[in-house]
């Protein structure tokens, strides 16, 4: 039995809430907030975890072969998402409306954005946790530029992806992942405290 939320929300028979199984019902839109760009960055990140966990774990009986594309995308699309949050919560304590974040998907030029913008505010991060995600920018940038390659087996001109890469680590991603999820977290939290 499908309970409804009333004329305000809208379902459907695949994205609807379950109160026999509540505790998998995920709150989205404005039911239990408006979630920002942060908070879809951690999702994001917290997908990867799962993901690296599983292949770590040969978990699913899925091959790490196929797990690589998820997780690679994932990860690669949380630091899109957290440096697109950073922009904005820049802007936001540096009162300037004009500092945005570019609505595409390259991580450098949001990066840089990012990083002009922590400059002017007391909030500089440390220059090894600036090497440590620019490195991670520079390395997905020589592989996935615009967030598609691990998306799609081939280009929309019928050019395989990935042709010129013989393997991908999981375990080297795991643990640049986490490395990177820390730096972030302790960034959100010491913007955050800036509210």
Not at 14 to 21: K, P, T, V, W
Not at 43 to 70: C, N, R, S
Not at 74 to 96: M, T
Not at 106 to 131: F, M
Request: net charge negative.
């Amino acid at each position: 039995m499908a309970i409804e939320f009333g004329p305000k929300y809208r379902s459907n028979s695949l994205f609807r809430g379950d109160f026999n199984a509540a505790g998998l019902n995920a709150c989205v839109g404005d039911n239990g907030g408006r979630y920002d760009l942060f908070d879809y960055a951690h999702g994001y990140f917290a997908a990867t975890k799962k993901i690296l966990a599983a292949a770590d774990h040969q978990e699913m009986g899925v091959a790490v072969d196929t797990l690589v594309y998820p997780a690679c995308y994932n990860f690669r699309h949380s630091i899109e998402l957290f440096i697109k949050y950073l922009v904005a919560a820049y802007s936001e304590l540096l009162d300037a409306p004009n500092l945005k974040f570019q609505a595409n998907h390259s991580l450098e030029n949001n990066w840089e954005a990012a990083l002009t913008a922590a400059r002017k505010i007391s909030l500089v991060p440390k220059d090894d946790q600036i090497q440590m995600i620019s490195d991670t920018i520079k390395d997905f940038s020589e592989i996935d530029p615009k967030g598609i390659i691990f998306r799609y087996p081939d280009s929309i001109r019928g050019e395989q992806h990935l042709k010129e890469w013989s393997l991908i680590n999981l375990g080297i991603v795991r643990r640049r992942a986490d490395l990177v999820f820390e730096i972030f977290t302790t960034w959100q939290l010491e913007i955050e405290a800036q509210f």
